[in-house]
């Protein structure tokens, strides 16, 4: 399998470290402005959450299971273990630059199990929805 990088995206929050995290963990949460998308809590064992992510895509609607590592207040996790991409891994990891401002670091990686028409569409289409979901998402 080919992967391809996800844009890394790196953005300063005027806001402490711990609140950035927890908005960015809490499952049901959404920034002002952020891309609509609904998610669904089906599982949580301690720091590690199964999360259903729903998203509309062109004429359809995109869903994905991801599995969600919390590792408070550094990073957040996300591996998609159902969805129309076979890999996708992404992360968020939150910098303290001082007590009210936050670095907040988003990258991550895509790929198909599909030689050709998967890696085309990975690189096409996929990586630069990401980026612009995040985008606006951060």
Known sequence: MRLF????????IVAPR??????AASVNGSLPGSPPH???LLERAGNDLLVRY???ALLTE?????RVHLDPPERIEYDVIDG???????????EQV???????TYGGSAGSRRRLVGDLIVR??????YDRFMRRQL
């Open 5 to 12: 990088d996800l844009r890394t995206i790196v953005v300063e």
């Open 18 to 23: 711990a609140l950035v995290f927890e908005m």
């Open 38 to 40: 609904t998610a669904e």
């Open 54 to 56: 729903r998203t509309p």
């Open 62 to 66: 995109m869903v994905m299971v991801e």
């Open 84 to 94: 129309p991409i076979d890999h996708v891994s992404e992360f968020l990891a939150f």
């Open 98 to 104: 001082d007590p009210g401002r936050t670095l907040v």
């Open 124 to 129: 096409l289409i996929a990586v630069p929805a």
